[in-house]
């Protein structure tokens, strides 16, 4: 079992920062593929960016490649998106992701979200 406590969200204006931070227990994340996924009202959940095991590969969605950027530190079992230049279409609700892959399943655990509003 992996809990994850994710923090760091707020209000923001357009064109700032935010960093947001997931915080895992029960488990060490080195095990675990780590991303940032967000909902935003009346859409789908989707990825937003995803780093491997030991941070050697990064994924990012489009609409937030050279603006976002995800880190880990697995000593400290932390997991961070340093978001840039925010947009108002940014504004969704971030989840944390640890999932690993089992034989042939996978685990997927969630943190509770925290809320991201971009808005002048």
């Known amino acids: 079992q992996v809990q994850l406590v994710e923090s760091g969200g707020g209000l923001v204006q357009p064109g700032g920062s935010l960093r947001l931070s997931c915080a895992a227990s029960?488990?060490?994340?080195?095990?675990?593929?780590m991303s940032w996924f967000r909902q935003a009202p009346g859409k789908e959940r989707e990825l937003a960016a995803s780093t491997t095991e030991f941070g050697s590969s990064t994924v990012y969605t489009d609409s937030v490649k050279g603006r976002f950027t995800i880190s880990r530190d697995n000593a400290k079992n932390t997991v961070h998106l340093q978001m840039n230049s925010l947009k108002p279409e940014d504004t969704a609700v971030y989840y944390c992701?640890?999932?690993?892959?089992?034989?042939?399943?996978?685990?997927?655990?969630w943190g509770q979200g925290t809320q991201v509003t971009v808005s002048s």
């Open positions: 992701n640890a999932a690993r892959s089992v034989g042939p399943m996978t685990r997927t655990y």
């Open positions: 029960g488990s060490t994340i080195s095990l675990y593929a």
